[in-house]
């Protein structure tokens, strides 16, 4: 089975502070994408990467970049936390063929206080 | 604007009946839908699909029925159990799209035993 792994359950950060979640899967797919789950609004995708050093913009990326250095991981910065990204983050890849379904971690709580 | 629309928030119906989630979209490049579920703390996992060439898919209990020209579709659980319960997301992407996809905000179902 393909395996989405997002580093941390939990995270508690301040206002103003640096901010890095990472995500790693383990079955060479193509794709990876960065969402954002909150209560009445859905997932909504923040960043997304088809290949190695190459990203492009989701619906909501202000406040949000991306790293892929390597084809397995993802990571999404939030270079200055603010209240309103608290939320729970998930991460998805897939293969590369249009339409595939997604493969999605476990999330990653984050509150920024 | 949001493309993809799940009116009912919440759902409860009661264990062996039928339970039926409804999705609306806007966007008529959409052509391929999923259905997700999500129980808390966990990731989205996916649940069934159907292309727009076709109207209805089936999958064991779950089936999901796709009107095009009411741009609609349903996902029906037959019978229901209690560990149906969950966040119910429908998704929509479009073949040009690479699979990109937009999420509506979810229906909470509840089985009562």
């Known amino acids: 089975d393909v395996k989405v792994t997002q580093s941390s359950r939990y995270l508690v950060k301040r206002t103003g502070e640096k901010v890095f979640l990472e995500c790693v899967q383990d079955m060479d797919h193509e794709n990876m994408f960065w969402y954002r789950q909150d209560p009445g609004l859905g997932l909504r995708l923040i960043y997304f990467s088809y290949d190695v050093k190459m990203k492009e913009k989701g619906d909501i990326p202000e406040g949000y970049s991306v790293s892929r250095e390597k084809k397995e991981r993802f990571s999404l910065i939030l270079e200055s936390a603010s209240t309103n990204q608290t939320s729970m983050y998930l991460c998805?890849?897939?293969?590369?063929?249009?339409?595939?379904?997604?493969?999605f971690g476990s999330g990653t709580q984050l509150s920024v206080l | 604007d949001q493309q993809v629309k799940q009116n009912s928030p919440s759902l409860s119906v009661q264990e062996g009946r039928i339970s039926i989630l409804n999705c609306d979209y806007t966007?008529?490049?959409?052509?391929?839908f999923l259905w997700y579920k999500k129980y808390p703390a966990e990731g989205p996992t996916f649940l069934i699909s159907i292309s727009s060439i076709k109207d209805k898919n089936e999958d064991g209990r779950f089936t999901v029925f796709l009107n095009k020209s009411a741009k609609h579709l349903s996902l029906h659980i037959v019978p229901s159990q209690p560990g149906d319960s969950a966040v119910y997301f429908c998704?929509?992407?479009?073949?040009?799209?690479?699979?990109?996809?937009?999420f509506g905000d979810g229906t909470t179902l509840t089985v009562k035993p």
């Open positions: 998704a929509a992407s479009a073949y040009t799209n690479a699979g990109k996809s937009t």
């Open positions: 998805a890849s897939t293969q590369g063929a249009p339409n595939e379904k997604l493969f």
């Open positions: 966007n008529s490049m959409f052509d391929y």
